[in-house]
Nanobody, 115 residues
Framework: QVQLVESGGGLVQPGGSLRLSCAAS????????MAWYRQAPGKERELVAG?????NYADSVKGRFTISRDNAKKTVYLQMNSLKPEDTAVYYC???????????WGQGTQVTVSS
């Protein structure tokens, strides 16, 4: 059974940075394209960054967020810089939607950007 455990969220001021981590288990991590998603209150979940052989980003985060992975640790990361209040959301990792159906969602990690 696939398990995804996100961590690293918190409260940060506008302009600040956070690094999110997602530890995966129960599948061949290196064989799967991964992505970070976020869901703000009252909004649908959206993909913000994906990584397969290359990376892709939502326009709203390009130049500010960087996705990376460590296959040996079965972990995917999201470095978030120059954070804005509109980045406030619960962040989740999962399979990249362009490559298949998502696994069961983890609990996510809350990111709040506020002064």
């Amino acid at each position: 059974q696939v398990q995804l455990v996100e961590s690293g969220g918190g409260l940060v001021q506008p302009g600040g940075s956070l690094r999110l981590s997602c530890a995966a288990s129960g599948m061949i991590f290196s064989a799967n394209a991964m992505a970070w998603y976020r869901q703000a209150p009252g909004k649908e979940r959206e993909l913000v960054a994906g990584i397969s052989g290359s990376t892709n980003y939502a326009d709203s985060v390009k130049g500010r967020f960087t996705i990376s992975r460590d296959n040996a640790k079965k972990t995917v990361y999201l470095q978030m810089n120059s954070l804005k209040p509109e980045d406030t959301a619960v962040y989740y990792c999962n399979r990249h939607s362009a490559y298949g159906w998502p696994w069961s969602w983890g609990q996510g990690t809350q990111v709040t950007v506020s002064s």
